[in-house]
């Protein structure tokens, strides 16, 4: 028998289970070697080099190399570890979550202040919500633009 | 004999810390979310406990992927403040209680909770910001948090994690562990996380002040009902990150009325809107 997945139809998320775990061992545990200092210079210095160390697939190498964190989270990345590299950045939590919905730092910004984004809509795929795939990107930021 | 007092719940969002730590409390983005603490730091100066029991989550800082414990106990004497990429917060080093907090794993694990155990740990901003919201900054002259902290570490990162229901229950065995603890020490609990949000994918930004609130009122009058909600539920109405919010039914399943007493006195409720990515919730129930 199967496990029982029952939050796959949620619209622009991924849940980050042992699968995804697994998948994304490596570039996760990537992410949490920017938490010394000396690695964070060293990455700094020498972005693909440093990458290169890890046994990471090329996809999320350059996932990593374009900032694209929806694509990081699809090949595994879990966002606590993702942090660290915005953390290196000198990203905010609020600047990373905004970078993955296409809005401007501000049009994200003003999102929160107006009460946040709301569920209705954005609960199940195929309603009409701004999460959903046929709504996005979702502001001026527009879609990264992947190498 | 020691004693549960009182049960303190609190959202635990890392922009608080970064905003008491560069003095931005005052701002008109921040003033609102610690004016909604300014009682609790009064009442915390005036119910000091012996012992903070603080239930919170680890944001992959001292859990990587190498190992992800689901309910881990802090046995050690001290906790220093995490460097999570910014630095470590300017706080005190947390101070344990190793001689409780052993005491309580071994009585917990003899009802079944297989806890590990954990002697070395830095503290991320899920232990200090609650500590920070609750005490304030302690002054250079006793730069020291008020009492000893046993840090119990919970996996809300990876999926699954445990459920509302075994959390309550939880919660009902550490209070039996507390009370069974020969020294007479006043003893709070606090449980950290949520309330909504979420913080990954074109989803990322949800709030539902509905949600929330309706989770307040049952965390006060029905928690054993809400211990029943999937964590599905969480997902889909709070945000991929809002199922944090099961910490919190660990430390109301140690309260007085769900092991036979009366029901706990509601002294704070606050909620607002945003702190960052994230809608802040907060609780005082103290037991009778």
Redesign the interface.
């Known amino acids: 028998m199967s496990l029982e997945k029952?939050?796959l139809d949620?619209?622009?998320?991924?849940?980050?289970?042992?699968e995804q775990?697994r998948k994304g061992?490596h570039l996760?545990?990537f992410?949490?070697s920017?938490?010394k200092a000396d690695n964070?210079l060293r990455f700094k210095a020498n972005e693909r080099a440093y990458l290169d160390e890890w046994s990471m697939t090329e996809e999320q190498k350059q996932a990593v190399l374009t900032r694209d964190?929806?694509r990081c989270?699809a090949a595994g990345g879990?966002?606590?570890?993702l942090?660290?590299i915005?953390?290196?950045d000198g990203k905010?939590?609020?600047q990373?979550?905004?970078s993955?919905?296409?809005m401007t730092e501000e049009e994200?910004r003003n999102?929160?202040?107006s009460?946040?984004?709301?569920?209705d809509g954005?609960?199940?795929v195929g309603e009409d919500g701004d999460?959903q795939?046929h709504r996005?990107p979702?502001g001026k930021a527009g879609n990264k633009v992947s190498n | 004999m020691a004693k549960i007092t009182a049960s303190v719940y609190t959202s635990h969002v890392p922009a608080i810390g970064a905003a008491l730590d560069l003095g931005k409390t005052q701002e008109p983005y921040w003033q609102p979310v610690f004016k909604g603490y300014e009682y609790s730091k009064q009442w915390m100066k005036d119910n000091k406990p012996d012992v903070i029991f603080l239930v919170f989550n680890d944001h992959a800082t001292a859990f990587s992927l190498e190992m992800i414990p689901t309910f881990a106990i802090g046995t050690a004497s001290s906790y220093q403040p995490a460097d999570e990429g910014w630095g470590p917060r300017p706080v005190p080093v947390v101070q344990g209680h190793p001689d409780l907090a052993a005491h309580i794993a071994q009585s917990v694990i003899q009802q079944d909770f297989d806890l590990t155990i954990v002697n070395k740990m830095d503290v991320d901003h899920g232990l200090t910001v609650p500590l920070s919201l609750m005490c304030g900054q302690p002054p250079a002259s006793d730069y020291n948090w008020p009492c000893p902290v046993i840090p119990f570490a919970v996996n809300v990162v990876q999926y699954p994690v445990p459920s509302g229901q075994r959390c309550l229950n939880l919660g009902k065995a550490i209070r039996k562990a507390i009370e069974s603890y020969d020294d007479d020490l006043n003893v709070q609990i606090w449980g950290t996380g949520g309330m909504s949000h979420q913080l990954q994918g074109p989803r990322a930004g949800l709030i539902n002040k509905t949600f929330d609130n309706a989770f307040l009122d049952r965390m006060i009058a029905d928690p054993q009902g809400q211990a029943t909600v999937p964590h599905i539920d969480y997902v889909r109405e709070a945000g991929s990150e809002g199922i944090e919010l099961v910490m919190w039914l660990i430390a109301r399943g140690a309260m007085s009325d769900l092991n036979g007493g009366p029901a706990p006195t509601v002294k704070h409720r606050f909620y607002h809107v945003p702190a960052s990515n994230t809608a802040v919730g907060h609780l005082i129930l103290e037991n009778n």
């Open positions: 029952n939050y949620v619209p622009g998320t991924t849940i980050f289970d042992a775990s061992y996760n545990q992410c949490m920017l938490m964070r964190l929806n989270i879990n966002i606590y570890f942090a660290k915005g953390a290196t905010s939590f609020q990373m979550a905004g993955m919905t296409g994200y999102m929160m202040i009460g946040g984004r709301s569920a954005n609960r199940v999460a795939a996005q979702q």
